[in-house]
């Protein structure tokens, strides 16, 4: 616990006031940002600023330039106060007086020192790195000694510390209860978006910006001699423009074909949006010998309960069209299915004018059950009939049987 003192002692509502190491640690963790108070000439100033915790020590991120670390350098170091709060919803109460807000919130008074020793001043660095993403510091480039020279970083030894929280829902004056306005909470919560990459960016999406997903609905990384299927981004795009650049590729599918990078970064962008619902699991198919991103494919249809998915939305450019790459990734969608996932059925839709899909689908040793009439409408405003196949979790060994010999064919 930390002990209350004259600047961290509240005057009203003091039952929001709490003291708790712990709690204290957990909110300056969680949070990215936050505010730093302080003085200059007699001046207030607040300067809003990236933190980091390491053990009961503070540390404020800043340029060398900047006032509050010019302050710093003196033998007396800074006094600062520094606040982090996080919003978690909005009161409406039936009376404006008491509409409020739920929040949690910690306040840290003292004395801020400069760290001028090039261990430490690495170690915090390193620190915030790590807390935007853990695995980050080892996935990107370390500052030159230009780049920490310009870098300054203050401590504060966490000791004045208070934490004020408020929960719960409307609290309106009993006589109030009865008026006819709605009240409740509108809870607020900070979640990450869609990660887009920035300009001539072609690395995949790291693990560690990945959604964590149960595993039906995981796009996991799924490597062959041949082929790898990796998550499917927004990276992907220029390399898919160039791989599929042709008629043939896209005379069944549901869509024209694009006219450059933009359309297609519109379809990743519609399949990755089915993903975030729950609705596709997408990947991008890369050659294994070259490295080259040649097409993608995906599970849709995905249904836990009763162990079955679909396997679809697949482009692969020509010249891997009946080539190991084909086989591989079909054997390793079908071996996620079956052998990860204990799938008891997977099932393919193909328009009925696509022969040539529907010979492959065919070759991979699946069932034709039907004809779905009018099942969806194609790039042309006519209505596509789809024929559907099938295979189970019995038939998987003969399968996988049969596409191992025909992947060592290909080879040979």
């Known amino acids: 616990m930390y002990a ?24 300056l963790d969680e949070a990215y940002h936050c505010a730093l108070a302080f003085t200059v000439d007699g001046e207030p100033r607040l300067l809003p600023t990236l933190h980091v915790r390491i053990g009961d020590t503070l540390y404020l991120h800043g340029s060398t330039g900047s006032r ?8 007396a170091g800074l006094p600062v106060c520094v606040a982090v709060t996080h919003l978690d919803g909005l009161v409406y109460a ?8 739920n929040y949690r919130s910690v306040v840290v008074h003292g004395t801020a020192r400069l760290v001028d020793t090039l261990d430490e001043k690495t170690t915090v660095l390193t620190a915030l790195i790590e807390k935007v993403a853990a695995g980050r510091s080892a996935d990107s480039r370390p500052p030159d000694r230009r780049e920490l020279a310009e870098t300054a970083v203050l401590a504060l030894p966490l000791r004045e510390v208070s934490v004020r929280l408020r929960t719960g829902g409307v609290r309106d004056e009993p006589a ?42 995981d796009p996991a990384v799924l490597r062959g001699a041949h082929v ?12 898919l423009y ?13 869509g024209p074909q694009p006219a450059d990078v933009a359309d297609i970064r519109r379809i990743v962008t519609g399949y990755l949006d089915a993903q975030d619902r729950g609705e596709q699991v997408c990947w991008a198919q890369r050659c294994a010998t070259t490295g080259a991103v040649v097409g993608t494919t995906s599970y849709y249809e995905v249904d836990p309960v009763r162990r079955s998915l679909a396997i679809g939305y697949t482009w692969l450019g020509r010249p891997w069209w009946r080539t190991g790459v084909n086989t591989e990734a079909k054997l390793l969608l079908l071996g996620r299915a079956f052998d990860e996932l204990d799938a008891v059925r997977v099932v393919w839709h193909t328009d009925v004018r696509n022969e040539r899909s529907q010979r492959a689908i065919e070759r991979l040793g699946a069932s034709r059950e039907g004809v779905l009439r009018r099942h969806k409408q194609r790039a042309d405003g006519s209505w596509r009939d789809t024929a559907q196949y099938s295979m189970i979790a019995d038939e998987w060994p003969g399968v996988q049987a049969r596409l191992r ?4 064919a290909a080879e040979g």
């Not at 209350?4 to 909110?27: E, G």
């Not at 509050?68 to 033998?75: E, H, I, S, V, W």
């Not at 039936?94 to 807000?101: D, E, I, M, P, V």
């Open 68 to 75: 509050p670390l010019l302050a710093a350098r003196g033998p």
């Open 242 to 254: 160039a791989a599929t650049a042709d008629p043939q590729v896209w005379q069944h599918l549901g």
């Open 405 to 408: 010999e025909r992947l060592h």
């Open 176 to 217: 109030d209860e009865v008026l006819p306005y709605w009240a409740g909470v509108v809870p607020l919560r900070l979640t990450p978006g869609r990660p887009e990459p920035a300009p001539g960016v072609t690395a995949p999406l790291p693990a560690y910006l990945r959604p964590a997903r149960p595993a039906w609905l």
């Open 4 to 27: 209350p003192t004259a600047r961290t002692t509240a005057t009203r509502t003091r039952d929001r006031m709490h003291y708790d190491r712990a709690t204290a640690h957990a909110l």
């Open 94 to 101: 039936r009376s404006q007086f008491h509409h409020s807000a």
């Open 228 to 239: 790898v299927l990796e998550p499917l981004d927004l990276a992907h795009a220029e390399e």
